[in-house]
């Protein structure tokens, strides 16, 4: 895989990697900017750290390492992270931030586990490995294409929007927007391409290859958990699903792993998030059909159906909300961007998978064709006194906003993002009382002249509310708030004057 959109040739290295689970495909040579893999798996943006010696690269710089050694799980875990953030800067046009200074760091063999784990306190992404009984093999997530993929969406989602921590939606659509990452990834490799259309035969009601996700890891995790209902499937999540938004305050909640059989939806986030990534491999599965009546191949057909959907999905990420995320917002966001493409030719095919899956009604897709308002920035604010100062001319100063980030967009656009505290009073049960700061999201899009783009406010509501109370009291309840070993979505802080502060963590678990 080589994604540049420099036309000046790149320093190229070549490495020996896994563009599949290992349960699925075989290694083979792929290609890189040398920038991210340095001589021995370092770069500016990646640095791969382990107890055994690092792999080095070979006097042309090339890593070639053969499965079965610590190294090759090394460069490949360093390659699939890497890919994977090459794929998104190709599409989005611009580098992805992190949520922190200096490097992310990969940790191909963080322990053993049937997990693996983003956290942004550690600027790490972690990999664990367990002795499989069902496999009679060392099953390794560093191995895992699609957790690999999926564990450096967290961090490239949580770089642009580092106030996505709370909420079932926008909790959940940090998974979904995981497994989309490994599904759009995926999608990178020819041999892939070709895998996809040999199990599907060009119809994506079918499962293939890039609907079974983790392949290894789910196929050797559900023979040995305590549901014997699903010891036959072979993944650890499916996109190829039906399921159709519904408020989750109407769906049951569950402790993680799930406890409830996979056809039934409830509101713990990797659950709820399949709503999403479902309808991510829905629009694949709907622009390939629209492409394939005009392409010469079905090859050809996939290409662009890739090309489009990553193109829409790049640019519709700086619509998204700052906090207090709903997937209507992400499913507008999409519209936006199918509607500037080519003309809107790919509109209908998208927002046809919106309406099925309820994420939007009829007529908030036609308002979508409405023109947003006229305002235009004679300059871009420098800095975050003069991105508030902003809101002011806006007539947005009616929430107490805090500039959060300002980033670039697409097309030379920049993009503005603010977040607003509010105190939220809990009631956790047995836990007793407890409070959080929950925030409001607003975010603001300018394309290069300074015309508004878009702006998306996400104030707090009565709803939102009751869901950050059942989100918490659900973790209370499970016993999954923090435990010893510091890794969890939230903890309870105990506070002199009053009840303790819930806090939702920067930490993302498989
Ligand atoms: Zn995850």
Avoid at 273 to 283: D, Q, V
């Amino acid at each position: 895989m080589v994604i540049s959109k420099s036309p000046t040739v790149r320093d190229l290295v070549s490495i020996n990697m896994l563009p599949q689970d290992p349960m699925i495909s075989k290694a083979e040579l792929v290609q890189f900017d040398k920038v991210q893999f340095g001589s021995q798996l370092s770069g500016p943006r990646l640095h791969t750290q382990d107890s055994v010696a690092v792999a080095q690269a070979d006097a042309d710089g090339n890593y070639l390492y053969e499965i079965g050694s610590p190294q090759f799980d090394q460069v490949n875990t360093h390659g699939i992270v890497a890919g994977a953030l090459a794929t998104y800067e190709h599409y989005m046009g611009h580098t992805v931030p992190w949520s922190f200074k200096g490097p992310l760091e990969v940790n191909p063999h963080a322990g053993e586990g049937k997990t693996a784990y983003y956290s942004r306190w550690d600027q790490s992404i972690n990999f664990f490995q367990w002795d499989s009984p069902s496999l009679g093999k060392i099953v390794k997530t560093s191995q895992s294409f699609d957790v690999g993929s999926h564990e450096i969406g967290h961090a490239i989602l949580d770089g642009l929007r580092p106030g996505l921590l709370s909420g079932t939606e926008g909790k959940a659509f940090h998974e979904g927007f995981g497994d989309s990452s490994a599904i759009l990834h995926a999608l990178q490799y020819d041999s892939n391409l070709r895998q996809i259309l040999a199990d599907n035969g060009g119809d994506f009601s079918q499962p293939s290859l890039v609907t079974r996700l983790a392949e290894e890891f789910g196929t050797a995790f559900n023979k040995e958990d305590d549901n014997p209902n699903n010891d036959d499937h072979p993944y650890y999540r499916t996109a190829l699903n039906e399921f159709k938004y519904a408020d989750p305050k109407t769906l049951p909640s569950d402790s993680y792993p799930p406890s409830q059989p996979e056809e039934v939806l409830t509101s713990e986030p990797h659950s709820f998030s399949r709503i999403w990534s479902g309808s991510f491999y829905s629009m694949l599965g709907s622009l390939y059909n629209q492409c394939a009546a005009d392409a010469p191949s079905q090859l050809d057909a996939l290409r662009q159906a890739r090309d489009v959907l990553g193109t829409i999905w790049g640019k519709s990420l700086d619509h998204i909300p700052a906090a207090n995320l709903k997937f209507r917002h992400v499913a507008s966001a999409v519209l936006r961007e199918a509607n500037q493409l080519e003309g809107g030719k790919y509109f209908d095919s998208l927002a046809a998978v919106m309406l099925d899956r309820n994420l939007l009604t009829q007529q908030q897709i036609d308002e979508l064709h409405k023109p947003v308002r006229s305002f235009r920035l004679e300059q871009f604010p420098q800095t975050r006194g003069g991105a508030e100062d902003m809101l002011s001319r806006l007539g947005l100063n009616n929430h107490p906003w805090r500039a959060d980030q300002a980033l670039a967009g697409a097309d030379g656009r920049r993009v503005y993002t603010f977040r607003a505290p509010e105190r939220v009073e809990l009631d956790l049960g047995s836990r007793g009382a407890a409070f959080m700061q929950a925030e409001a999201g607003l975010t603001l899009v300018f394309d290069a002249a300074g015309q508004l783009v878009s702006e998306t406010a996400t104030p707090l509501d009565a709803d939102d509310r009751a869901d950050l109370n059942r989100e918490a009291r659900a973790l209370a309840d499970s016993g999954q708030l923090v435990g010893e070993d510091g890794i969890g979505p939230a903890r309870l802080v105990p506070r002199r004057d009053g009840p303790p502060e819930y806090q939702p963590l920067p930490v993302w678990k498989d």
